[in-house]
Structures are given as C-alpha cells and as structure tokens.
C-alpha cells in the first residue's frame, strides 16, 4: 500500500506542476533559480485580541517541487529570509506566527512555502 501511496503523491506534484502552476524565481542572497510553483495561501490560527481565536490568511503560499530547488547545483531546503518572486511582486519566506514553520513538506515530492508580501520588484 505505501508504494500505492507514494506514486499517488508523485503523480499529484506532477500534475500541479504541468497544469496548476506558475513561473516564480527563487532567491537566496545573491543566487536564484526559476522554478515552477503552484500559488494559493493558509489559514492560519491566532489568538484574538478579545481572548479568542482567529484565522488569518497568510500572504501567499508557494508549492514548489522538492527536485527543483537547485541553486549552483546544490539542493537547498527554503529557509526564512528567502525570496520569491512572482509577477511583479516580491515575497519574503516567513513564518505566518510563532507555532508554525515557514515551511513543510505537502508530501515527499512537494515543499508548501509560507511567505509575506514584501513590495514590488
């Protein structure tokens, strides 16, 4: 049954990335590689200012392919403080709050990178 499991998480990332997905440059420091990335966004749980909770939504969220994060030859894994670009506008890799990653695997094939807006290229 894993093997089952494991080609139905492989044929999903491929399918998002040939008909879900759109061209994003990655960067870190002075290096970036252009991969394709699937773009949608998280809830996010936060306490309320009331005493409750809340759900906000991050800026956006980026799925990129694990094989594709190359940068000088080198896989790297996202990092807080890296870059994407997409259209026109620059994100920055964060942490949408205190109890969540800036970054997790969607399945073994598959990074879901959290991001903020940080402006226009």
Known sequence: MA???QAGDLFVST????GASQ???YRR???SVTVQASVGGSLVETPSAAGGVSFDRTNLDF???VAD???GGTAIEPRDSDVIDY???RYVVSRPDQNTAAWYYSNEYTYRIHTRYKGEI
């Open 3 to 5: 093997d089952l499991l």
């Open 15 to 18: 399918m998002f990335k040939a």
């Open 23 to 25: 061209s994003v440059t």
């Open 29 to 31: 420091g002075a290096s």
């Open 63 to 65: 799925c990129i392919n």
């Open 69 to 71: 994060l190359v940068i």
């Open 87 to 89: 259209g026109s506008s």
